[in-house]
C-alpha cells in the first residue's frame, strides 16, 4: 500500500509554470513507479507523465512534451511535475498515481487502468 497526496495546483497565467509535488507515505517510494494523470470536467482521466522507480526513464503525453518535466526524488518520498509554458487547455485536476509493475503497455497504451494507489488531485487552472 502507499498513499498519495498532491499539492501544488492553483491559478496561473498562460504563459506561465507551476510546480505539482505528490508525497508518498507506506512502503518503500522506491519500489514504485509514479504518474501523472489529468481530468478536465466532462473528459476522461488523461495521461500526462510517467517516471520510473530509479527515475531513469520517463514519457509524456505528446500535448505536453517539451513543456512538462517529471522527476522524483526518493529520499524524500516525492514526485514533482514542473509544468512550464502553461496553457488554458492544460486547466484540470491533476492527480499522482502509483504502480509496483512496470510494463511495456503501459508506455504503449497509457492509462489509469495501470495505477492501483492514487491520490486525491489538486487543480490546476490556467486562464487566457
Known amino acids: 500500500q502507499v498513499q498519495l497526496v498532491e499539492s501544488g495546483g492553483g491559478l496561473v497565467q498562460a504563459g506561465g509554470s507551476l510546480r505539482l509535488s505528490c508525497a508518498a507515505s507506506g512502503r518503500t517510494f522506491s519500489s514504485f513507479a509514479l504518474a501523472w494523470f489529468r481530468q478536465a470536467p466532462g473528459e476522461e482521466r488523461e495521461f500526462v507523465a510517467v517516471?520510473?522507480?530509479?527515475?531513469?526513464?520517463?514519457y509524456y503525453a505528446d500535448s505536453v512534451k517539451g513543456r512538462f518535466t517529471v522527476s522524483r526524488d526518493n529520499a524524500k518520498n516525492t514526485v514533482y511535475l514542473q509544468m512550464d509554458s502553461l496553457k488554458p487547455e492544460d486547466t484540470a485536476v491533476y492527480y499522482c498515481?502509483?504502480?509496483?509493475?512496470?510494463?511495456?503497455?503501459?508506455?504503449?497504451?497509457?492509462?489509469?487502468?495501470?495505477?492501483?494507489?492514487w491520490g486525491q488531485g489538486t487543480q490546476v487552472t490556467v486562464s487566457s
Open positions: 517516471i520510473s522507480f530509479g527515475g531513469g526513464r520517463t
Open positions: 498515481a502509483a504502480t509496483s509493475k512496470w510494463t511495456t503497455m503501459m508506455i504503449i497504451t497509457p492509462g489509469p487502468q495501470y495505477y492501483p494507489y
